[in-house]
Nanobody, 122 residues
Framework: QEQLVESGGGSVQAGGSLRLSCVAS????????MGWFRQAPGKEREGVAV????????LYADSVSGRFTISRDNAKNTVYLQMNSLKPEDTAMYYC???????????????WGQGTQVTVSS
């Protein structure tokens, strides 16, 4: 069983950057696809980025493509989300998840973290 803990959220001005981290505590982390999702107040949770188990492939939502980069360090059981050129519409709770599917859809992700808040002011 995996436990996921996110960190790195905070408040930044538009145009700024943040790097989110997600540490997995289980021993099967490297087998899973790892994704980042976000949920803004009053909106559904949406997929932001996902990376394959070996980091050879990544998938991004159109809204973040070119600004966000997902990466993982399997030796550290950690997945990262580097967020650049942040916009107010990026404000949301960000969650990492481990799953069995290479997709930005919620289903297929087995383990979820508790989330870290990102707030971008204009």
């Amino acid at each position: 069983q995996e436990q996921l803990v996110e960190s790195g959220g905070g408040s930044v001005q538009a145009g700024g950057s943040l790097r989110l981290s997600c540490v997995a505590s289980g021993d099967t982390y490297s087998r899973y696809y790892m994704g980042w999702f976000r949920q803004a107040p009053g909106k559904e949770r949406e997929g932001v980025a996902v990376t394959s188990s070996g980091s050879s492939s990544a998938l991004y939502a159109d809204s973040v493509s070119g600004r966000f980069t997902i990466s993982r360090d399997n030796a550290k059981n950690t997945v990262y989300l580097q967020m650049n050129s942040l916009k107010p519409e990026d404000t949301a709770m960000y969650y990492c998840a481990a799953g069995n599917i290479f997709s930005l859809r919620n289903w297929g992700y087995v383990y979820w973290g508790q989330g870290t808040q990102v707030t971008v002011s204009s």
